[in-house]
């Protein structure tokens, strides 16, 4: 499964919607009242064991949730890093 199916998957679940798609233009944070701070943080977690990442915290900020698309360049990003890590 891509990156982008996952994530979608992931987002539905968290958010509490039935098969919505999103594309790597559709805003996130602050459409949402789901993403709030525990939301972020259970979407973190998710990723983090869906993906076998870690996040890395100094990556993190507003900008990372802003779209779909941001937060997939994110994970992409973590999962290059661990490649390079194994």
């Not at 602050?30 to 939301?39: F, K, V």
């Not at 996040?55 to 937060?71: K, R, V, Y």
């Amino acid at each position: 499964m891509s990156i982008e199916s996952t994530l979608n998957n992931i987002l539905n679940v968290i958010l509490n919607n039935e098969n919505q798609s999103f594309d790597l233009t559709a805003p996130l944070l602050g459409e949402y009242p789901e993403l709030d701070s525990m939301g972020i943080m259970t979407l973190l977690l998710e990723l983090e064991v869906s993906f076998s990442i870690e996040m890395n915290d100094i990556d993190l900020n507003a900008d990372t949730f802003a779209t779909f698309g941001s937060l997939v360049r994110c994970i992409e990003s973590a999962s290059s890093q661990k490649q390079l890590v194994v």
